[in-house]
Nanobody, 128 residues
Framework: QVSLVESGGGSVQAGGSLSVSCAAS????????MGWFRQVAGKERELVAA????????FYGDSVKGRFTISRDNAKNTVLLQMSSLKAEDTAVYYC?????????????????????WGQGTQVTVSS
């Protein structure tokens, strides 16, 4: 069992930068693949970025590729999403999620939103 809490959300102007972080408690974050998702009212939850336990081949959604960076600090039990060149379309609730490694394609469960644990989310609003 692991509890995830996001922080760092807020309002930022288009073109600006913002970072959101995810703090884990109750279990070692190093045990899990980690991901960031976002959701806008009326739309499906979208996988933004993911990073594996071994940090190999991080995943980025096409809409954020080149602008967002996911990283993890297992010693601090945190995962960070650094966002730059923000657009109004990035406005959403951002969720941190954790998933134990399983057989099959690395990001299959992430792409389907089938994660073991979810945070409560943090609002990011980009003003145009």
């Amino acid at each position: 069992q692991v509890s995830l809490v996001e922080s760092g959300g807020g309002s930022v102007q288009a073109g600006g930068s913002l970072s959101v972080s995810c703090a884990a408690s109750g279990d070692a974050l190093s045990t899990y693949h980690m991901g960031w998702f976002r959701q806008v009212a009326g739309k499906e939850r979208e996988l933004v970025a993911a990073i594996s336990t071994g940090r190999e081949f991080p995943f980025y959604g096409d809409s954020v590729k080149g602008r967002f960076t996911i990283s993890r600090d297992n010693a601090k039990n945190t995962v960070l999403l650094q966002m730059s060149s923000l657009k109004a379309e990035d406005t959403a609730v951002y969720y941190c999620a954790a998933d134990l490694p399983r057989p099959g394609p690395l990001w299959a469960r992430f792409l389907h939103g089938k994660m073991d644990y979810w945070g409560q989310g943090t609002q990011v609003t980009v003003s145009s």
